[in-house]
């Protein structure tokens, strides 16, 4: 799943494509380098990320989704949290909601059934503007998993198609770095919800803090942790760095990593 930031302070590459022909170039680049999603945000999440009203985000999001959706084949993901901003993005051309906030309001599950849309379904402790103040479980993966197991109850009883919803623990949100390393070394015991699995690691804090370099560009450690992932079998990456993720997996492939 490749990341298109149409937003001027996302964590990793606010202002770059903030730009409607710049954020459609970067769509028609990763899809070249090989990614099977495009996943489209008008909003940033990053740690004390100040809210974007509904009307700027559609203003941001669905030029970008109406051209991409004319010149790629790929499925196209909305990243938001507003029902009126998914409606309009599916309208526009979107297949998948992938929600930060787990589609706990029921606006969201109501867009989503009458879009026939799949879903993304994120865990976060607190909001953008709190998940970073102190974050604490008393079991972290636990408390997490039995999250998105509720979750994927909910919305299979709602009338979403289990197959057809995907689960996210939230690397970075609401998590210390051990935090994420624990989840992720734990990914295992997301595959037993019985959904496909996703995770945004890419170019995160954790990674830094691992390496012992907070101004790496975290490139290496997002390859590295992807290749973990992939061993055990995750299903969706999501990553900014779709072509050097892409070549290190097929690496990973053909030298027998997924045998293992």
Do not use: K
């Given at each position: 799943m490749g990341i298109v930031n149409i937003t001027?302070?996302?964590f990793s590459d606010g202002g770059r494509?903030?730009?409607a022909?710049?954020?459609v170039a970067r769509g028609l680049e990763l899809v070249r380098q090989g990614a099977d999603l495009l996943d489209i945000g008008g909003e940033s999440t990053r740690p004390y990320a100040q809210p974007v009203g509904e009307n700027e985000e559609l203003?941001?999001?669905l030029p970008v989704i109406e051209?991409?959706?004319g010149e790629v084949g790929v499925p196209l993901s909305i990243d938001t949290s507003k029902p009126a901003v998914a409606r309009g993005a599916f309208a526009a051309g979107a297949r998948i909601l992938n929600d930060?906030?787990?589609l706990e309001d029921p606006a969201m599950i109501e867009v989503a059934l009458d879009c026939g849309a799949a879903v993304c379904v994120m865990h976060m402790l607190g909001t953008p503007r709190t998940m970073q103040d102190n974050p604490y479980y008393d079991d972290v993966v636990t408390e997490v998993v039995d999250y998105l197991r509720r979750r994927r109850d909910t919305l299979v009883s709602a009338g979403i198609a289990q197959d057809r919803i995907a689960l996210d623990p939230g690397i970075g949100f609401g998590k210390t770095a051990q935090h994420n390393l624990q989840l992720l070394r734990s990914i295992d015991r997301?595959?037993?919800i019985g959904c496909p699995v996703l995770v945004g690691h890419s170019r995160k804090r954790f990674i830094g803090e691992v390496l012992d370099n907070a101004e790496a560009n975290r490139t290496a450690g997002t390859v590295g942790t992807a290749l973990a992932l992939a061993r055990h079998r995750v299903q969706i990456l999501r990553v900014h760095d779709v072509a050097t993720v892409r070549q290190a997996l097929l690496l990973f492939e053909a030298t027998g990593g997924l045998d293992c």
């Open positions: 001027p302070n996302s494509f903030f730009d022909d710049a954020a203003r941001r999001v051209r991409l959706a930060v906030t787990g997301l595959h037993e």
